[in-house]
């Protein structure tokens, strides 16, 4: 009878480490985020999604879809990964929210004073202090993203005028 009971016992444990996600160091961490993801603005609501952004796309919104039964602190790390000018890995901005655990979404925002900088950045996503999930992002100059136009090299030729005739 104990042997049975052990069995069921480990079966259950082992059922729930494949319900859980597995962090870069290896260990596992309850899986309660759906799906992470970027967006542009739209008027100030959360706009198209997106990993490419210009440095005037200001601001930046970060969503979290989560599985929310139970309170829980939601924390936000925006990295700045290559950016010039900026040590490799600074964390620019940490925001933190604590769920009601009435909550299936986490958005946070994030706006520089003026416009961004460019280069590539992160963000790390922790549930109750421990990671769940991050993304890469790019922000652009806008001469980067934007194509240019060939020019008609006919239009720039100067027109002469026939000479007179007396």
Same mark, same amino acid.
């Given at each position: 009878?104990?042997?049975?009971?052990?069995?069921?016992?480990?079966?259950?444990?082992?059922?729930?480490?494949?319900?859980q996600i597995?962090?870069?160091?290896?260990?596992?961490?309850?899986?309660?985020?759906?799906?992470?993801?970027?967006? &542009?603005?739209?008027?100030?609501?959360?706009?198209?999604?997106?990993?490419?952004?210009?440095?005037?796309?200001?601001?930046?919104?970060?969503?979290?879809?989560?599985?929310?039964?139970?309170?829980?602190?939601?924390?936000?790390?925006?990295?700045?990964?290559?950016?010039?000018?900026?040590? =490799?890995?600074?964390?620019?901005?940490?925001?933190?929210?604590?769920?009601?655990?009435?909550?299936?979404?986490?958005?946070?925002?994030? &706006? =520089?004073?003026?416009?961004?900088?460019?280069?590539?950045?992160?963000?790390?996503i922790f549930?109750?202090?421990? =990671?769940?999930?991050?993304?890469?992002?790019?922000?652009?100059? =806008?001469?980067?993203?934007?194509? @240019?136009?060939?020019?008609?090299?006919?239009? @720039?030729?100067?027109?002469?005028?026939?000479?007179?005739?007396?």
């Amino acid at each position: 009878m104990k042997q049975i009971l052990l069995l069921i016992f480990f079966s259950v444990f082992a059922l729930n480490a494949f319900g859980q996600i597995e962090r870069a160091d290896g260990a596992a961490v309850d899986s309660v985020v759906k799906k992470i993801y970027l967006a &542009k603005d739209s008027g100030g609501e959360i706009g198209e999604t997106s990993e490419n952004f210009s440095v005037n796309d200001v601001p930046i919104y970060c969503v979290i879809e989560i599985e929310n039964t139970k309170p829980m602190l939601v924390k936000m790390n925006l990295v700045a990964v290559k950016v010039r000018g900026v040590k =490799p890995e600074t964390k620019v901005v940490s925001v933190s929210y604590q769920t009601t655990g009435m909550q299936d979404q986490v958005n946070f925002t994030g &706006k =520089p004073d003026g416009f961004w900088t460019a280069g590539t950045y992160r963000v790390d996503i922790f549930i109750d202090g421990k =990671p769940v999930g991050a993304k890469d992002f790019e922000i652009q100059n =806008p001469i980067k993203t934007a194509r @240019l136009t060939p020019v008609n090299v006919k239009n @720039l030729t100067p027109k002469t005028k026939s000479p007179r005739r007396p």
